[in-house]
T-cell receptor
């Protein structure tokens, strides 16, 4: 079974631009969560989607948004990028009713 | 507010020794406690997890000990090997898990040959 796939692996963007990251969950998993990982703040929960609905959102500004498609694939978008948005963005998927979260390798976003 | 506190920040253990990482939580609603292992350039990988109705869970060389009254849990790595050198994160979640995982700050573990 293929794991969680995130694309692209690396991105360099300029301050003020927007970016879209993609996540394909493990086949059969319908829950997708996004996390931001930085050296200073560690791993922080962004939001969680299940059956195309956002069920919860972490403490991040409205510039961070996401969506989930009918095939459970998910995207997250960050608008008006700031230098502080530079981070590793991780996607995790879980099965229906399952608590185990399986992470992808992440997308390394650098804002210059 | 840091809801899951992890210690130590870094740890050096000799090959064959026992590595011990501790975590404490504040939210009594947490009911699922996983540990993750992360190598440089990789995403976190689920190692082992425990629920509060169990005091200990063992999988191979990895053991979680859980103390509900103290709101603490720990990871023990027996017979530590150089390949175990990585960053380890404890985490906690509640309910259906839709609130996401709350992570500790991580422990950078180095196993010296």
């Amino acid at each position: 079974k293929a794991g969680v796939t995130q694309t692209p692996r690396y991105l360099i963007k300029t301050r003020g631009q927007q970016v879209t990251l993609s996540c394909s969950p493990i086949s059969g998993h319908r829950s997708v969560s996004w996390y931001q990982q930085t050296p200073g703040q560690g791993l922080q929960f962004l939001f969680e989607y299940f059956s195309e609905t956002q069920r919860n959102k972490g403490n991040f500004p409205g510039r961070f948004s996401g969506r989930q498609f009918s095939n459970s694939r998910s995207e997250m978008n960050v608008s008006t990028l700031e230098l502080g948005d530079s981070a590793l963005y991780l996607c995790a998927s879980s099965s229906v009713g399952g608590r185990e979260a399986f992470f992808g390798q992440g997308t390394r976003l650098t804002v210059v | 507010q840091q809801q899951v506190k992890q210690s130590p920040q870094s740890l050096i253990v000799q090959k064959g020794g026992i590595s011990i990482i501790n975590c404490a939580y504040e939210n009594t609603a947490f009911d699922y406690f996983p540990w993750y292992q992360q190598f440089p350039g990789k995403g976190p990988a689920l190692l082992i997890a425990i629920r509060p109705d169990v005091s200990e869970k063992k999988e191979g060389r990895f053991t979680i000990s859980f103390n509900k009254s103290a709101k603490q849990f720990s990871l023990h790595i027996m017979d530590s090997q150089p390949g175990d050198s990585a960053t380890y994160f404890c985490a906690a979640s509640r309910g259906r898990g839709a609130d996401g995982l709350t992570f500790g700050k991580g422990t950078h573990l180095i196993i010296q040959p």
